[in-house]
């Protein structure tokens, strides 16, 4: 049945590919890259929402949707293919093992264990057997490549193979002349796609050359005029030099009085216009040196403008320097900006006339500081009503101190291996007290639709209020009976409080065994579930009002446990006595209750719900004895 798969690329454009349950997920990647011009096709990769698919697997096996949607992306890591180890199992169960290369077909393959294996059964051949041709067939992933055509044109790259391992059946098979044709016309029909498709990739290969070889001579074109101007401005700089040294001395001469008469007649304008408020002494140099500039361009290319250059930057220093004068801020530091420097507080001394006038402008340029308001809590007192009191409350507050605190262990130590003592039966039951009877079915029924009114009634709950029911159905027991199996069937028991945390319970381990320092872990079974969060408290654990931990370690003993707990072992029934000890009173009552406390219907349920008398005498009446405590009825 076939399908279209649509393909996102990066430059935005959906590409469609028609594709058959056997088409590879590599087969349609490389199609899409060749239409697009994504080469090459091991640079990318399919993606389906976060997923990278895996482009070894068909569409049969890929878990894909029909017409689904996947994403062409540039994969992390450059594809490589690698020989392929393929295990060809013939029809008598043997299996030839051989590395090949990804190009190569399976008729290749075939011809391979016929001529250099050295297999004397002629694989790569058609049969003749009781007036009929067999064909040689290999089939892999549920993909028969039937007929020498077939396998002649199918390579392991177009099953998905770029390396690892795989098997490949092998038989003969008769077929028909009609399933020939169609094999036939499919393969003729797959090189005519490929040819096109090879087309259009060797169009996206010569493209991208004459990109590359454009961009290639632009270069060496920039290249030579770069050349081409730099020898010009070289030729011209020595022209100027030679002409420059045949002008006369005193011409020179002249000249550099004339900018220096100029650079005096700058200076004066610019001590004029000092009162403007937007130029400074040091922006009027600046124009002021430009200026000289332009009356030195004639002889910037000569020696002789050199000297002429450094006579004006002196006579621009010695200018600054008188500017300063006796009162004048000098000594600062440059920090690249004209006009501006950067003074630290032991570069200069100022006089008090100066003190005063920076200290005037300082009060005029920087804002009035303002003043602090006054705290809100500056008369805060508190109440005198509660002089005295604990006025402190937190979540803590009314909890008590004894729930945190250790109880007695009352450590006892058992083993699993030791007989139990079965107390006798007084009379054995018959038969008819197993049977189901109508009132049975009836309980059954009334429990079962409580059930669900309480699964539909139920309101949803946060966190903390399934947290604060668990407390108030825990809270009736003082104590928890802890059981830690051991490996080697020995049992230790211990009482805990129920806010009592994780890390006590293995602290309480490492109290009792003989080696402190074999690292070991708590877990409960089934399923299988680690403690591993120390501060977890026990009803947090689900483990109240008893349960049983397992002791699990990487280092294998024959004993863990000290030696002076493993020479009091005591009996199972002694570990019960001290359980059932440590429960509640309404515990221990509803233990001993026996047939009174097992019926499970209360007072109330049974003046609602009515039921109706029967004939049958009850459980009870036919046995003439009690029942006994493991038979629970259902509850309503």
Known sequence: MAGT????????????????????????????????????????????????????????????????????????????ETNITVALQLPSGERLQHQFQSGTTLWEMLVYWQSEGGHPE?????????DAMLQPVCIYMREEVIGEVALKSTSFHNLGLTGGRAIIRFLHRSVDSNTLETIQANVEREKQKQAKLDEKKLEHQKSIENVTENSKAAAVTMETDNTNITTATTSDEKYMTKAASCKDESDVVSRDKSAKSAV????????????????????????????????????????????????????????????????????GIDVGIPGVQMFRPGDMQLSTEQQQIAGAMAH???????????????????????????????ELSEAKKEDYKPCDREVVVFSLDEPREHVAPQGELPDDFFNVTENDVRRMMV???????????????????????????????????????????????????????????????????EDKSVSFYLYTSPPKCLLKDPAKTLIQANLVP???????SEIHKDHYLCSSLLSNITSYTAADQVAIQSQPAIEQATHSSGSGGATG???DNTKQIKRPVSNTSSPTSRAGTKVPKWFKTGKK
Request: overall charge positive.
């Open 364 to 394: 005029t340029l920087m804002p009035h500081t303002r003043k602090q308001p006054k705290s809100q809590f500056t008369d805060f007192k508190f109440p005198e009503e509660t002089k005295g009191k604990d006025v402190y409350k937190n």
């Open 5 to 80: 798969v649509q393909v996102l690329c990066p430059n935005g454009r959906r590409q469609n590919v028609k594709v058959t349950p056997n088409t590879k997920l590599l087969q349609v990647l490389e199609e899409v890259c060749t239409k697009q011009g994504f080469i090459p096709p091991e640079e990318y990769e399919l993606k389906r929402g976060r997923t990278v698919l895996d482009l070894t697997l068909s569409l049969r096996y890929a878990n894909l949707p029909n017409n689904t949607k996947l994403e062409l992306v540039k994969a992390t890591k450059t594809r490589t």
């Open 546 to 552: 008893a349960s049983v931990v397992y002791f699990g």
């Open 601 to 603: 219907v209360s007072a």
């Open 447 to 513: 429990d079962l639709h409580k059930k669900v009114d309480l699964a539909s009634s139920q309101a949803l709950m946060t966190q903390a209020m399934r947290e604060a029911r668990l407390e108030e159905r825990v809270d009736k027991y003082d104590r928890a009976v802890i059981r830690f199996h051991f490996p080697d069937r020995v049992v230790l028991q211990g009482l805990f409080r129920p806010r009592e945390t994780v890390y006590a319970l293995e602290k309480f381990i490492k109290e009792h065994l």
């Open 122 to 130: 002629k694989l790569a051949e058609v049969r003749m057997e009781n």
């Open 264 to 331: 005096v007649e700058n200076r004066t304008e610019a001590k004029t216009t000092l009162s403007e408020p937007i130029k400074s002494s040091e922006s009027m140099e600046l124009s002021s040196a430009v200026d000289a500039t332009d009356v030195l361009k004639p002889l910037l290319k000569t020696e002789e403008s050199e000297q002429m250059e450094t006579n004006v930057t002196s006579s621009t220093t010695s200018r600054s320097a008188n500017d300063n004068g006796p009162n004048g801020l000098s000594g």
